[in-house]
């Protein structure tokens, strides 16, 4: 199991647009084989920093995912509400 934690800062007054677009991505990522779930979190005080927790059955599922057309078509709803590009990392249980 592997968890994907990726960071995303949203253009100021663009967050509920951001938001449903997020959903839809979400949604999109459901029926996805090797995807176990995922949430949200919103950084007090600062409402344009997202950071998404992602768990995945192992690192294959998520780069499937990853360069995948749905996943693609769900980031252009995304990527023009990013004041810069998402950063992502991949972590493993630690021992």
């Given at each position: 199991m592997?968890?994907?934690?990726?960071?995303?800062r949203i253009m100021p007054g663009l967050e509920e647009e951001y938001e449903q677009a997020a959903r839809e991505a979400m949604r999109a990522s459901l029926g996805v084989a090797g995807f176990v779930g995922g949430e949200t979190l919103v950084e007090l005080g600062h409402t344009d920093h997202r950071l998404?927790?992602?768990?995945?059955?192992?690192?294959?599922?998520?780069?499937?995912?990853?360069?995948s057309e749905a996943r693609a078509m769900a980031m252009q709803r995304i990527l023009p509400l990013l004041t810069e590009d998402e950063a992502i990392r991949v972590y493993e249980s630690g021992y």
């Amino acid at each position: 199991m592997i968890k994907v934690i990726i960071e995303r800062r949203i253009m100021p007054g663009l967050e509920e647009e951001y938001e449903q677009a997020a959903r839809e991505a979400m949604r999109a990522s459901l029926g996805v084989a090797g995807f176990v779930g995922g949430e949200t979190l919103v950084e007090l005080g600062h409402t344009d920093h997202r950071l998404m927790i992602t768990k995945w059955r192992d690192l294959r599922a998520w780069k499937e995912w990853h360069s995948s057309e749905a996943r693609a078509m769900a980031m252009q709803r995304i990527l023009p509400l990013l004041t810069e590009d998402e950063a992502i990392r991949v972590y493993e249980s630690g021992y």
